[in-house]
Nanobody, 116 residues
Framework: QVQLVESGGGLVQPGGSLRLSCVAS????????MSWYRQAPGKERELVAV????????NYADTVKGRFTISRDNVKNTVYLQMNSLKLEDTAVYYC?????????WGQGTQVTVSS
């Protein structure tokens, strides 16, 4: 079955960087687009970034454009989210998501806390 396992979260100061990883299994990774979402306390889950199956197309929320970069390695079945110039408001649980056979599949999430 589909499995998505995120890692790489942690505590970082404003202006710092983190790289999140999401290792996927149970499907043909190289043929599916992937996305990152985040959910801050008391807020709805929101889309952060999307990447096409080959990595040739990406899209970002306006709030992270220019600071975050989504990428993928189709040999390692992994999608990444490089986060630079982190702000307090980036604090959230970050999830990777796959749209597969008409349903959404989510990882367990990884906590990112930006604090001084």
């Amino acid at each position: 079955q589909v499995q998505l396992v995120e890692s790489g979260g942690g505590l970082v100061q404003p202006g710092g960087s983190l790289r999140l990883s999401c290792v996927a299994s149970g499907f043909t990774f190289s043929t599916y687009g992937m996305s990152w979402y985040r959910q801050a306390p008391g807020k709805e889950r929101e889309l952060v970034a999307v990447i096409g199956s080959t990595g040739g197309s990406t899209n970002y929320a306006d709030t992270v454009k220019g600071r975050f970069t989504i990428s993928r390695d189709n040999v390692k079945n992994t999608v990444y989210l490089q986060m630079n110039s982190l702000k307090l408001e980036d604090t959230a649980v970050y999830y990777c998501k796959l749209r597969y056979r008409g349903g959404d599949n989510w990882g367990q999430g990884t906590q990112v806390t930006v604090s001084s």
